[in-house]
């Protein structure tokens, strides 16, 4: 299980762990507006890996989506610190 | 003329920080990957970083990342990240000509790998082994300015920062080893943001030591800055004249300039410019 970002207002905060699953879990208190363009963001950055992906959205701009999806995913893939 | 009078130091891993960095027009906004970040964020602050600078509208400031001293196992990695989208390298804890060299053939292997033209180095003396090799860092062909900082240096020596008479030192020091060079000399941040008025003559002092800018920690402190880095009337006056003097021989082909039954020689024209160019005014 790798993680990324922070709980912090701007930010997002994602979690990658393995499952035998694909399964994509979005929680954003903007749900409403921006799930869906999330969703697209989290898709097409990580539709290659078999895992579960959590991404809690504190109102981050989809750069900021982008880093924190890049920086678990090049942690789940081996990367180190 | 580049001008350098304000560097705001942004925290690399907070977005919300970094998002409207463009709106505060200080002349450098540095992207801060070192002692903001802790250590358990370093791998996600670069990555940050690397897209702030690719995302965030930086208007007309320069953009700068500190990254990590090079007695750590992080300052390359985050050249990787930051070097195609970077101007100006921050680097603290300098102590060698060596050292930028090592610094300098990294970046050039990143640089070359991304097609992009040589980045700019600022260099951080911030220990004794690097303020006696100051004047030689100085020359490196990247630097473009010199700055300081005091909590190491004043804890090698064991003496509070705020009595150590040993900085008015450092900072002559640091603006001989730049100036020598024809580099920008920087002076260290004033970190007392609610003090205005000492911040204006900290700015101050820090102008008629002979720096060309000083660092900030906070949006307000740039126009404070700023305002203390502009010439007055009067110098701006004299310069214009100057520079108006020396277009004007130019234009008859003349190699020397006079004003007023003077010559003026190429160092006080020089002044004139850069006083101009603080006085916002071409």
């Known amino acids: 299980m790798v993680e990324a970002g922070t709980h912090e207002k701007g930010d997002a905060w994602v979690l990658i762990e393995p499952s035998e699953r694909r399964e994509v879990i979005v929680k954003s208190k903007l749900e409403r507006l921006y799930g869906n363009a999330i969703r697209e963001t989290i898709e097409s950055m990580t539709s290659n890996i078999k895992a579960k992906i959590v991404v809690e959205d504190y109102g981050a701009l989809d750069w900021v989506l982008r880093a924190r999806v890049e920086s678990a995913l090049r942690k789940y893939r081996g990367e180190q610190q | 003329m580049k001008l350098r009078r304000t560097r705001l130091y942004v925290p690399g891993n907070n977005p919300h920080l970094v998002e409207n960095v463009g709106l505060y027009e200080a002349d450098c906004l540095i992207l801060d990957l070192e002692d903001s970040v802790p250590i358990d964020q370093k791998f996600d602050a670069r990555i940050m970083v690397k897209y702030a600078l690719q995302h965030v509208d930086f208007g007309a400031s320069e953009k700068w990342v500190r990254i990590n001293s090079m007695d750590t ?102 603006v001989i080893a730049a100036k020598s060079q024809g580099k920008m000399a920087l002076d260290t941040v004033y970190s007392n943001i609610r003090d205005e008025e000492g911040l204006f003559e900290y700015a101050k002092r820090a102008k008629y030591m002979g720096f060309d800018g000083v660092g900030v920690l906070h949006p307000n402190q740039i126009e404070i800055v700023h305002k203390a880095f502009k010439p007055d009337d009067k110098e701006i006056e004299d310069a214009r004249k100057i520079v108006e003097a020396a277009e004007k021989a130019m234009q008859e082909g003349k190699g020397v300039i006079a004003l007023n039954g003077r010559m003026i020689d190429k160092p006080v024209l020089e002044r004139a410019k850069k006083i101009l160019a603080f006085a916002e005014v071409d």
């Open chain 2, 73 to 174: 196992p992080f300052w390359s990695k985050d050249l990787e990240e930051v070097i195609p989208y970077v101007q100006v390298v921050n680097v603290p804890k300098v102590e060698s000509y060596e050292e930028l060299d090592k610094l300098s053939e990294k970046m050039h292997e990143i640089e070359e790998k991304h097609g992009v033209e040589p980045r700019k180095i600022v260099p951080i003396i911030e220990t004794l082994r690097g303020l006696v090799n100051a004047r030689e860092i100085a020359k490196h062909e990247r630097v473009v300015a010199m700055a300081w900082g005091g909590e190491d240096l004043t804890a090698e020596l064991g003496i509070p920062k705020s009595k150590a008479l040993i900085l008015e030192h450092v900072r002559a020091e640091i």
